[in-house]
C-alpha cells in the first residue's frame, strides 16, 4: 500500500542555482526525464501512465523538497515488455472489451492506420499484474526520479554557479563606474559654476553678487548626485552579499536589479555634463545585462 512518505528528500544545498536544466535516469525498463525553465513559482507537471498515477503526491513531495522555483515536467518512461514481470499473463477478457471497442471505431472511421499488436499490451489492465512485483515497480519508479531529481539539482548548480560569475563580473564594471563618477562629480559644480560666470561676463551684464551666489548653490544642490550613487553603491554591496547567502535568491537579486536600475535614471536626470550622461546609459546597460543572467536563477 502506497504511503505518503516523501522520497529521497535530501538536504537543501546553498549554491546558487539555475532554473533551466534536462536531466534523465535510468534503471532496467524505468526512465525518467526532468525538464526545468524559468517560472515564477514552482509548476511541476508529469506525464505517467495512468495506473501509476497514486505515485503522483509522493513524486510532487519529492521535487517541493529539492526545487524552489522553475516550470519542471516530468516524463515517465516504461517499458512493459523490459522484463519487469518474469511471467506476463494476459488478461484476455480486457483484451477482447479493448478489441470490440477498436472495431466499433473503425466502423464509424474508415480511415484508421492499422494499429501495432504492442500498443494493446501497454493499455491498462491487458497485463495482469502481480501485486508484489508491482509494489517493486514502483518502488523503483521512486528511485529512479529521485536519481534523476539529483541530476537535475547537479546541473542547476552547475549552470547557476556561471550565472553567477557572469553576474559578479558585471557588477564589478559597473561598480568601477559609479567609483568613476564619484571621483569626478565634485569638479562638475565648480565647471557649472565657472561657465556661469564666464557666460554673465560675455553678455557684460550686471549680476548682483548675492543673486549669483544663490543661483550657484540652487546649481550645486541640483546637480547633486552623491545620494544615488551612496545608494547605488550600498545596492552594489547587497548584491555580493545575496551571492554570498545562496539558496533561493533568485527573487531578491530581481528586485535588488530594479533599485539599481531606478537610481541610474534618477543619475542620468541629474546628469549636467555629457560625460556623466554617457557613463549613467553604460549603467543602465550593465545593470540589464545582469538582469538577464538573473531571470534564470532560482
Known amino acids: 500500500m502506497l504511503t505518503n512518505r516523501v522520497i529521497a528528500t535530501g538536504k537543501l544545498t546553498l549554491m546558487t542555482r539555475s532554473m533551466t536544466a534536462f536531466a534523465r535516469a535510468q534503471s532496467g525498463n524505468v526512465s ?53 514481470l518474469e511471467d506476463p499473463v494476459l ?53 529512479v526520479f529521485s536519481d534523476a531529481v539529483d541530476a537535475l539539482v547537479a546541473m ?24 568613476t563618477v564619484r571621483e569626478r562629480a565634485p569638479g562638475i559644480a565648480a565647471m557649472q559654476a565657472s561657465r556661469l560666470k564666464e557666460r554673465i561676463a560675455e553678455l557684460g551684464a550686471d549680476v548682483d553678487a548675492g543673486r549669483l551666489e544663490q543661483e550657484l548653490v540652487y546649481m550645486a ?26 539558496g533561493a535568491i533568485g527573487r531578491r537579486l530581481d528586485f535588488l536589479m530594479q533599485e539599481l536600475n531606478r537610481e541610474a535614471n534618477t543619475l542620468s536626470s541629474k546628469s549636467t ?16 545585462q545582469m538582469r538577464e543572467q538573473i531571470q534564470n536563477i532560482e
Open 91 to 143: 488478461d484476455r477478457e480486457q483484451l477482447e472489451r479493448l478489441t470490440r471497442l477498436i472495431d466499433h471505431v473503425a466502423a464509424v472511421s474508415r480511415d484508421l492506420a492499422p494499429i501495432n499488436p504492442l500498443e494493446f499490451l501497454k493499455w491498462p489492465g491487458v497485463l495482469k499484474e502481480d501485486t508484489e512485483e508491482f509494489d517493486q515497480l514502483l518502488d523503483r519508479v521512486r528511485k
Open 221 to 246: 544642490q541640483k546637480a547633486d548626485i552623491q545620494e544615488e550613487l551612496d545608494r547605488l553603491d550600498a545596492h552594489v554591496e547587497e548584491v555580493r552579499n545575496t551571492f554570498a547567502g545562496k
Open 156 to 179: 542547476r548548480e552547475r549552470e547557476g554557479t556561471e550565472l553567477e560569475r557572469i553576474t559578479l563580473e558585471r557588477l564589478d564594471t559597473l561598480a568601477t563606474v559609479v567609483a
Open 273 to 288: 555634463t555629457a560625460e556623466t550622461s554617457i557613463q549613467s546609459v553604460e549603467l543602465k546597460v550593465v545593470i540589464e
Open 32 to 84: 525518467w526525464e526532468i525538464r526545468s525553465v524559468n517560472h515564477r513559482y514552482l509548476d511541476p507537471g508529469f506525464k505517467i501512465p495512468d495506473n501509476l498515477r497514486l505515485l503522483e503526491p509522493d513524486l510532487r513531495s519529492c521535487l517541493r523538497a529539492r526545487l524552489h522555483r522553475g516550470k519542471v515536467d516530468c516524463v515517465l518512461r516504461l517499458d512493459v515488455l523490459g522484463g519487469e
